[in-house]
């Protein structure tokens, strides 16, 4: 995988300068499909349509669900494996940009132990009137911590997440999302985060997680799909 353009990340971890590392989007089929998923939720939203016209929309979704349904792997997207190991970025449900149901964080960016995103919560993330919902917010910082145990080099599932909302988490514009490891201690890894929106922090993150042997420490894009 390494070396393509699409469809393959960099390593979790610095480049070789010691700065941070993008990672690379998946197949570009992929992304738009989600994209225009992702619009078809907010329209739903949105829309004023009358309930008959709603109707036939309905029936319109209906008919391109089975035309994806048409063509099936043997199991769900969300098990693909990479050369024998499980893989999630494309299709996690807040990283992926493959998956209709994540935000999904966009230029990522990868240290060592570190990681830097952006995200938008539409309006489909709604809590509180006006405001991000507070479990999508915790998602988010969950998903970050993750990602910078893993570019420690210590992949590892999250034990304890504390998260603090300072103040509202705005819908619809771009968040910025930062976590980096603190400590760690055995198997124990400490991460501390926060999301921002122009330069005021909504809320941090103080998390354990646990390092799991096994579990990859670069999150690798998945298989083929949309490329052909
Ligand atoms: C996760 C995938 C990462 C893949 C990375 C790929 C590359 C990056 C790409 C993309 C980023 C992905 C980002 C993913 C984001 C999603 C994250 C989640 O959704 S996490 C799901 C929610 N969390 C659980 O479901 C855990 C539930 N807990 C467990 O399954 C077990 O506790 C487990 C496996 C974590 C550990 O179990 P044991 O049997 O191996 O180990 P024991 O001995 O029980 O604990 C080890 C140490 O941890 C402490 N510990 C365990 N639980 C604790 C707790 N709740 N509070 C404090 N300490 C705790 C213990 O006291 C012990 O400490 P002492 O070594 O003795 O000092």
Redesign the pocket.
């Known amino acids: 995988m390494a070396g393509e353009s699409s469809g393959s990340t960099s390593d979790?971890g610095s480049g070789a300068g010691g700065g941070p590392v993008e990672v690379a989007g998946p197949p570009r089929a992929r992304t738009e499909l989600a994209d225009r998923i992702r619009e078809l939720v907010e329209m739903s939203m949105w829309t004023d349509l009358a309930p008959g016209e709603l109707g036939a929309v309905a029936r319109d979704v209906a008919a391109l669900t089975e035309r994806l349904r048409d063509r099936m792997l043997p199991s769900s997207r969300m098990l693909e494996t990479v050369d024998g190991v499980p893989t999630?970025?494309v299709n996690?449900p807040?990283?992926g940009s493959g998956n209709p149901v994540a935000p999904p964080l966009t230029g990522i960016r990868m240290g060592d132990g570190e990681m830097w995103a952006s995200v938008r919560l539409g309006d489909a993330y709604q809590g509180a009137p006006g405001r991000a919902h507070g479990g999508w917010v915790s998602a988010v910082l969950?998903?970050a911590v993750?990602?910078a145990a893993?570019a420690a080099g210590t992949?590892?599932?999250?034990?304890?997440l504390n998260v603090e909302y300072h103040r509202a988490t705005p819908l619809g514009v771009p968040l910025e999302v930062h976590a980096g490891v603190a400590g760690s201690?055995?198997?124990?890894v400490y991460v501390t985060g926060r999301i921002q929106y122009d330069e005021q922090v909504t809320a941090t993150v103080s998390a354990?997680l646990?390092a799991?042997s096994g579990?990859?420490?670069?999150?690798e894009h998945t298989g083929d799909g949309g490329r052909a």
């Open positions: 979790a999630g970025s996690d807040v990283e969950d998903h993750g990602r893993a992949p590892g599932m999250t034990v304890v201690q055995g198997r124990k354990t646990v799991v579990l990859p420490a670069r999150a």
